[in-house]
């Protein structure tokens, strides 16, 4: 049975919500109604609680989008408002409902939307889960997954990692794995030269790039100890650390001072806004993300759409995204590892041959091709 012309409803966070989340469901909605369904987006009034949030605000200070349609109306701690929202959207009719999950916090919230919801409709729910198991574990995250889940009729994961860890929570084999497509709502990319004229850096330096807000599982730390090797510090490297910081920025600072880093360190540690974004990855020669763990990441999908060489760990789904040796590097999860590569991107010149192997192998994460994906995991739930 096709899937076409539908209405849909995306349930997750939205402009004036900031971060990769928001920017991939508006990226999504767009997708969608260009492929001629009708949707939208029900995002939260209130997301959530401060000590789940250790930034400095939720909001983006941008401009409203006018090209999709957004609703700010789920209040994650209201039961009451659950009912509500659940209500307004039975009474809409959508042929289907996308809930983004990535956070055991939100699932007695948007678990009981979805039971609500199905509870004598035939509106197919699905989930597109970023994290079943999240980075960063509290006490009760699997039963308020298993709740979550249990409410689903379908599944996407963005990596196979994740999409192995479902089978935790759920025998339901309506699952499938779409990688992450490209963000492309940065704009265009601007020349190298440009780009660090606009961050006002030196343009005879090479820098690379950290992105991304700054949590101990994104391995910072271990990116500034292998800025610290002698043969990177030969090179004459400067590293960018362009994101905010969600947890203490001292231990970091001492690392950079410990080593005498001052210099080679440039911290741009606030929230990047979107029409910025562009500048940071343009100016770089190498986006490097040294995670400890991870699911699958936006920044390695910007990193494509501004076509970027890329230094991941060998976590997650980072490796299915970043091939080893050919638009990047795949690294051990340790200082040494990560300045070797480094080192050999600079000594052996990478950065064109990477480059020539990121334009083909962007070509694989289109939007159009996870719309494609998700209408036909929805096809097979009415079959």
């Known amino acids: 049975m096709s899937f076409s012309n539908k209405k849909i409803i995306i349930v ?76 307004q959207i039975k009474a809409e009719k959508p042929d289907l409902v996308i809930f983004r999950y990535w956070l055991p916090f939100m699932a007695p919230c948007l678990g009981t939307i979805a039971k609500r919801i199905k509870k004598g409709s035939n509106i197919k729910v699905i989930a597109i889960t970023d994290n079943v198991i ?50 492309d709502n940065f704009g265009k990319a601007v020349s190298k030269e440009k780009a660090l004229e606009h961050l006002k850096l030196d343009p005879a330096k090479s820098y690379i790039l950290f992105f991304g807000f700054i949590r101990k599982y994104k391995g910072l730390d271990l990116l500034l100890e292998a800025m610290s090797d002698h043969r990177i510090k030969g090179i004459g490297l400067k590293l960018i650390v362009a994101g905010e910081y969600y947890e203490d920025a001292a231990p970091y600072n001492e690392i950079i001072k410990k080593h005498g880093m001052e210099n080679s360190i440039i911290l741009r540690t606030e929230y990047i806004p979107a029409e910025e974004v562009k500048y940071y990855f343009c100016g770089c020669d190498m986006v490097v993300q040294p995670y400890r763990h991870a699911t699958q990441s936006g920044v390695t999908q910007i990193a494509y759409h501004f076509e970027k060489p890329m230094l991941v760990t060998n976590v997650g789904g980072l490796p299915e995204i970043v091939p080893h040796n050919k638009v990047g590097y795949v690294s051990a999860i340790n200082p040494t590892s990560i300045a070797n590569f480094i080192f050999e991107f600079y000594v052996h010149h990478k950065e064109e041959l990477f480059i020539a192997h990121i334009m083909k192998e962007k070509e694989r994460f289109s939007w159009s091709a996870f719309v494609k994906g998700v209408e036909e995991l929805v096809s097979s739930l009415v079959h």
């Not at 029900?42 to 006018?66: E, M, R, W």
């Not at 979550?148 to 499938?176: C, H, P, R, W, Y």
């Open 12 to 87: 997750g966070p939205a402009f004036p919500l900031r971060g990769g989340i928001a920017n991939f469901n508006e990226a999504l909605c767009r997708a969608l109604n260009t492929a001629g369904h009708t949707t939208k987006i029900i995002s939260f009034s209130y997301q959530y609680p401060n000590f789940l949030f250790p930034g400095k605000t939720q909001y983006d200070a941008g401009v409203a989008h006018d090209d999709i349609v957004i609703e700010t109306k789920i209040n994650s701690i209201n039961p009451m408002n659950w009912a509500k929202v659940a209500k």
């Open 134 to 183: 999240p980075h960063e574990t509290r006490v009760g995250d699997n039963l308020q997954t298993k709740y979550f889940v249990k409410q689903m009729d379908g599944f996407i994961a963005m990596s196979k990692s994740v999409l192995n860890d479902l089978s935790e929570f759920t025998a339901n084999d309506k699952k499938v794995f779409l990688p992450h497509p490209i963000y």
